[in-house]
């Protein structure tokens, strides 16, 4: 296996392919994906030095859970409270790290290694089932982990001929850039942003988007996504003061005012709290409200879903309200239309 500092300049030249076979091996039978890398993982892992290698502890930030704080903090000698300021920052899974490299590790190695977190344990999580759901997760670690970059390079050679056949299927996508690059990038970032989702992980969801952003400095689009992604991970300050200075460059679009308003309302502030260039429209379940669902669901032939209309009315403005305290409103009020 590659040296760790020998593997950034080596996925440099396999970065493509190794996309290229992540999007192959979500065709793959998932049962067989995980026998195939579960066996990699073993086999060469038995004979790998962590310790000795320790290059994920210089370029990752692992999570810690609120139940491994006081083991760690026990062998530290700090009480927890002192830990977490000293050593930790807010995430929505627990806390993280606040550094890179990490700062318990030493020059013989992690100084609380009996006492790990987690994260720490199970990383790369090769040795895992429904490997086809982190596969985004394994070719960023190409870089990090040699490991992961030999089981990539195995994994090539034992799907050969299928890969290579699958390369030539689609050769348009993949060889031509200049047709294909802008519509394959629009999959894979949905594909990577779903994945976040599904797995519920904010604080990567804020780091990709970041990254994506740099690409895309003067599109409001992907520099609002940072701000959505800020409010999904609970960090509403930081959501604030970045969108209402995205909203003065754009003080029209619609999505930096409804993700700002997310997180004023979330931290119990209103729209009075921002200086507004072009002020939102504000739905209260009021009058105005009322007359808008009346006249919506008496035009509609068809029976309407409280979700159909709450989405409706999301289009004419931002709802402070839910389904549910819509649905409770209208029982109230137009009864006889529900």
Known sequence: MLSPDKLKKAFETVEEENWMLRAFLKGQEPEE???????????????????????????????????????????????????????????????MINKKPCPFLTETGCSIYEHRPKYCREYPYTDKEEIWTRLINLVENCPVCPVVFEIFERL???FRDEFESYKVEYEEIW????????????MEEWETDADFFAQKDWAGLVEYRRQKAKRYPDDPYYQWSIGEAYVLNKEYEKAISFLND?????????????????????????????NWIIKPEILRLDKDTLDYCNNFLRTKRKPRTVHELHTELYCEGYPVFDEHQLMDFLLLSLPDLI
């Open 246 to 274: 995205l909203h003065k460059k754009y003080p029209d679009d619609l999505d930096i005012q409804y993700s700002l308003l997310d997180a004023l309302f979330a931290i119990r502030k209103d729209e009075t709290a921002i």
């Open 156 to 158: 090539k050679k034992h």
């Open 33 to 95: 994906v995980d026998q195939i890398v579960n066996s990699m993982h073993k086999e060469l892992f038995d004979g790998f030095d962590c310790i000795a290698c320790s290059n994920c502890c210089k370029a990752l930030v692992p999570i810690i859970e609120e139940n491994e704080m006081n083991a760690i903090s026990s062998k530290l000698g700090l009480p927890c409270e002192d830990f977490k300021k000293k050593y930790l920052v807010k995430a929505r899974e627990g806390f």
């Open 175 to 186: 060889g031509n850039q200049d047709e294909y690059e802008e519509e394959y990038d629009d």
